[in-house]
């Protein structure tokens, strides 16, 4: 799919990795930019990728509830300007009223 629609951002949600083998989440010609794991439930997270030529900055953000939502994000950088890019996901199951606050 990569190959055929060549984008140069991906998010990904429901990745099902966590923290210690989310490295193994390789995409052929991207970089594994920033990204979320859950900790307390199965399956579950968010991550960025970026065509490896893109520059950017991992982007602190609030912390998710692994129940109601996760997110993460980058800052890209280009040479005519930066954007912020959130990778955002709410759980079905989740507290509409966290994730909406």
Do not use: W
């Amino acid at each position: 799919m990569c190959e055929e629609l060549n984008p140069d951002l991906l998010v990904v949600t429901e990745h099902g990795f966590n923290n210690s083998n989310i490295e193994n989440f390789k995409i052929q010609n991207y970089e594994l930019a920033n990204f979320y794991c859950r900790n307390s439930f199965k399956g579950g997270g968010v991550a960025v990728f970026l065509k490896n030529e893109i520059s950017f900055t991992p982007l602190t953000l609030a912390k998710p509830t692994d129940k109601d939502f996760e997110l993460t994000g980058v800052q890209v950088q280009t040479k005519n300007s930066n954007f912020d890019l959130i990778g955002l996901y709410r759980s079905p199951s989740g507290n509409e009223e966290i994730f909406f606050f």
